[in-house]
């Protein structure tokens, strides 16, 4: 809804309210199952498709559950079709569209994809999301270093320089020391000392934030990228073979079919992403911290006339939001893989960023949006094994497509904080 303003015969201006329907949503769900009906009719696929929703780790056994292939995927579109009907009718009401109904209808498009994926194959349920789980730690607390720093009114493009120092430090401390936890300082040190940089000039020297952000993943790349040539690779055995973290099994709610091993069976940063999640977002609308951090982002000039430093409020909490980030890239060397290699998070920063575009710079939105890129992730991978008669090409683009389909599909409805990549000048 918006106000426009109108003059009467008499010269009086009026007021009015000019409802619009915002219909970006349904047509995104309608153009997904149209394309997923498209490739059904193209590439039609026979036999039976099973899902193993047991897992040998577990005390209970489930038996795997096989489909018709053809049959079930229309009958899923039918149903993807009667959502979009529905999402039409709220945006034509003058509605959002409910998330419910984004939600069904997100889940309802994959379950579809795979019984085609899989005719003929098996799709192991809980190993699929253990995969997306673990893929989706770097990127909540990538997410979460990005909520945090523009809920301030700082772009975080850097969220990959944090990210790959805070994996080389991790490995670097952890193997002279021998202990994964120093190890995880180390990383959150690391993201500091990138957030440092991107504070500094930023908010001090008034630099442009996009700009400071792409240099400092430029110089964060090469940077560890010759002091992996010049200092890991000659001393691996002494300086690049970090002590990882363990998986912590909790008992009986490790036993839960599915969510058991997915939640309850994994790594201390695992479970440390799930109190940081909370801890975030409990902390941004009902404490004095989120409070004033959201003061900052929307109406600095605002929170400046009540006594709060603004300024001071911004650098503090882009050093907060990169020690976090840090932790992320701890989960590369510490859980992931064995030792640091050069350039290793691959562009997960950049997700990262957009998963909080997507979220609208909620820590629970983000958060749910850094899982969808992470299982978009497991799933080029499981395709793989399956041999879906699509090429490989396309299954290494999987997850940026749904990464730019996610953002440009939904991401355009929603404004980032008023405040947002707006240097703040002491009047």
């Not at 349920?125 to 990538?142: D, M, N, R």
């Not at 002091?227 to 008992?251: M, S």
Request: glycine share 10%; charged share 10%; hydrophobic share 55%.
């Amino acid at each position: 809804m918006s106000l426009v303003q109108s003059q009467a015969a008499d010269g009086t201006v009026q007021l009015a309210t000019v409802r619009e329907r915002r219909l970006k949503t349904p047509i995104t769900l309608a153009a997904a199952t149209a394309l997923l009906a498209l490739l059904f009719l193209l590439v039609p696929r026979t036999g039976t498709s099973a899902f193993r929703l047991g897992d040998s780790s577990s005390a209970f056994s489930l038996p795997d559950v096989p489909l018709p292939t053809g049959p079930t995927s229309w009958v899923l579109i039918g149903i993807l079709v009667l959502l979009v009907v529905g999402a039409f009718l709220q945006a034509w009401s003058y509605r959002t569209p409910s998330i419910w109904i984004v939600i069904a209808f997100g889940v309802l498009a994959v379950f579809a994809f795979l019984v085609w994926a899989s005719a003929g194959g098996l799709v192991p349920v809980t190993s699929l999301l253990v995969g997306a789980v673990s893929l989706s730690v770097p990127l909540v607390f990538g997410a979460l270093g990005g909520v945090i720093g523009e809920r301030a009114g700082v772009v975080n493009v850097a969220i990959e320089g944090q990210l790959l120092l805070g994996a080389f430090s991790a490995a670097l401390l952890s193997s002279i020391t021998g202990s994964p936890f120093v190890g995880l300082i180390g990383a959150m040190i690391g993201g500091v000392l990138v957030a440092s940089v991107l504070a500094a000039f930023a908010i001090k020297y008034l630099v442009e934030q996009v700009i400071v952000g792409v240099v400092l993943n430029v110089l964060v790349t090469g940077l560890t990228g010759f002091l992996y040539g010049a200092l890991l690779a000659p001393n691996e055995e002494r300086l690049n073979t970090p002590v990882r973290f363990d998986r912590i099994e909790i008992p009986l709610l490790s036993d839960i079919p599915i969510i058991g091993p997915v939640l309850f069976n994994q790594t201390i940063i695992v479970y440390l992403m799930f109190v940081t999640v909370a801890v975030v977002a409990w902390g941004l609308y009902r404490t004095k911290w989120g409070l004033r951090l959201r003061a900052v982002g929307e109406h600095p000039k605002a929170a400046d006339t009540v006594g709060i430093k603004v300024n001071a409020t911004r650098f503090w909490n882009v050093l907060l939001a990169g020690a976090i980030a840090g932790i992320g890239g701890a989960y590369f060397t510490l859980v992931s893989v064995p030792q640091f290699g050069k350039d290793m998070t691959a562009g997960l920063g950049f997700i990262a960023l957009a998963a909080v575009i997507f979220g609208r710079w909620d820590p629970i939105r983000a958060t749910l949006a850094a899982f969808l890129f992470g299982f978009a992730t497991n799933l080029q991978n499981l395709l793989t094994i399956l041999k879906t008669p699509i090429p490989g090409e396309f299954m290494l683009m999987l997850p940026y497509v749904v990464t730019l389909l996610a953002v440009a599909g939904f991401a355009g409805q929603i404004k980032a904080p008023a405040a947002d990549g707006k240097p703040y000048i002491k009047g």
